[in-house]
């Protein structure tokens, strides 16, 4: 089934551009023709790239202890986790999809789901991920690669 997966990060903030490295290594293991593979460079961008009749995974780093777990989330889960989305502008992931499914004309994604990797606090000008951020990109894109082929 075509899917469409988005990952949200910022490069330049450390272990907060651990998305944009699952992204990376999808890209690179290769994915099927009709997985569409998308940066956002923040959280408001999801909410037009949420209006599709695609399943939609997002990947993005969360606050969370220890550093390195991947955790796989509904967007419903994110209340109840004690796990936050990391958003350097504002507005969250939850808040993203919540407004999507308000403002989207044709519908939002019929399944969404979140692959998140915890992480301390992002850290400014830095381009590198911790090694512990670093080791857990692999694991997340296998689960973002179960979540596609379950899709």
Do not use: F, K, N, W
């Not at 993203?96 to 979140?114: H, K, Q, T």
Request: charged letters at 20%; hydrophobic letters at 50%; proline letters at 8%.
């Amino acid at each position: 089934m075509p899917a469409r997966v988005i990952a949200i990060g910022q490069s330049a903030a450390g272990d907060d551009g651990v998305g944009y490295a699952v992204l990376d290594r999808l890209r690179a293991d290769g994915v099927p023709p009709d997985v569409e593979l998308v940066r956002a460079d923040e959280d408001t961008a999801l909410v037009a790239l949420l209006e599709t009749p695609r399943p939609v995974v997002i990947v993005d780093a969360v606050l969370g202890s220890p550093a390195g777990r991947v955790v796989d989330l509904a967007p419903g889960d994110l209340a109840v986790t004690g796990l936050t989305p990391v958003s350097t502008h504002g507005i969250g992931v939850a808040q993203a999809i919540e407004l999507a499914r308000v403002v989207a004309c044709e519908g939002i994604a019929p399944s969404i789901r979140i692959v998140g990797v915890t992480i301390e606090r992002p850290m400014r000008y830095v381009q590198a991920l911790s090694p512990a951020v670093a080791a857990a990109v692999e694991p997340a894109a296998a689960r973002v690669r179960a979540l596609l082929a379950a899709a």
